[in-house]
């Protein structure tokens, strides 16, 4: 890279940096933030959690590893309301067991885009989930892409954020038009070079990734969800 071409990177992150900066969250905004970082800590440790979307949402979740799966695949172009949703009608429902139809159905019921094609990446992938060993380093995103048919570097990441597992960037399109970055079909290296960007913004200000995340979330949607 030229000096000049990195010059301006330079200050394009530093123009980023300011404006988180600049964005001084109500306090119950980082309560939430901090409570769903316990959240995603408590889910992949356990294997369950109870989320708490309050005062954003009415709504609690008992969630399992395996339907953090499915919630994390069935946003996948589509919103995170449809997805929490969706993942609301499977509490009590085993996965292992259920039809295609009826992932199908409540894909549909909760707005869930692409509804029948998901529910078969649902199905094959919590089946697939159970036979993997998961690395504790960055290599399961990896190993995820490549082994479950449904999860990009967005939804992998996304999955494991979720689960406490390594600080990834879940690059979706509010977290890219933060970044500034116009492209949102993005290949696994500038994937890698915009989460990069994100990690070191997250350094300068002392947060992680994920802090980050929220924090941004927040800042484009008013609220702190998952």
């Known amino acids: 890279m030229l000096r000049k071409e990195k010059e301006c990177s330079s200050k394009t992150s530093e123009s980023i940096k300011c404006r988180v900066c600049r964005y001084e969250p109500p306090e119950f905004v980082l309560d939430a933030i901090k409570q769903r970082i316990r959240e995603f800590e408590k889910l992949g440790k356990d294997g369950y959690v109870r989320f708490k979307f309050e005062p954003?949402?009415?709504?609690?979740?008992?969630?399992?590893?395996?339907?953090?799966?499915?919630?994390?695949?069935?946003?996948?172009?589509?919103?995170?309301?449809?997805?929490?949703?969706?993942?609301?009608?499977?509490?009590?429902?085993?996965?292992?067991?259920?039809?295609?139809?009826?992932?199908?159905?409540?894909?549909?019921?909760?707005?869930?885009?692409?509804?029948?094609?998901?529910?078969?990446?649902?199905?094959?992938?919590?089946?697939?989930?159970?036979?993997l060993s998961i690395p504790e380093d960055e290599s399961a995103r990896d190993l995820l892409v490549k082994e479950i048919n449904g999860l990009g570097y967005k939804e992998a990441s996304h999955f494991l954020r979720n689960t406490g597992k390594g600080d990834f960037a879940i690059l979706d399109r509010h977290i890219l038009d933060w970044l500034e970055i116009k492209q949102r079909s993005l290949s696994r290296k500038k994937y890698i070079e915009a989460e990069q960007k994100m990690k070191e913004i997250a350094k300068r200000i002392g947060k992680s990734v994920a802090e980050l995340d929220l924090l941004i979330w927040s800042m484009k949607t008013g609220m702190v969800l998952k």
């Open 56 to 131: 954003f949402l009415e709504l609690e979740i008992d969630a399992t590893i395996e339907t953090e799966l499915a919630f994390c695949i069935s946003t996948a172009n589509s919103s995170a309301r449809a997805g929490l949703k969706f993942q609301k009608m499977l509490e009590g429902k085993d996965l292992f067991v259920m039809s295609l139809e009826d992932l199908e159905d409540l894909l549909k019921k909760s707005g869930v885009r692409f509804y029948r094609k998901k529910a078969l990446y649902i199905r094959n992938a919590v089946r697939k989930f159970q036979t």
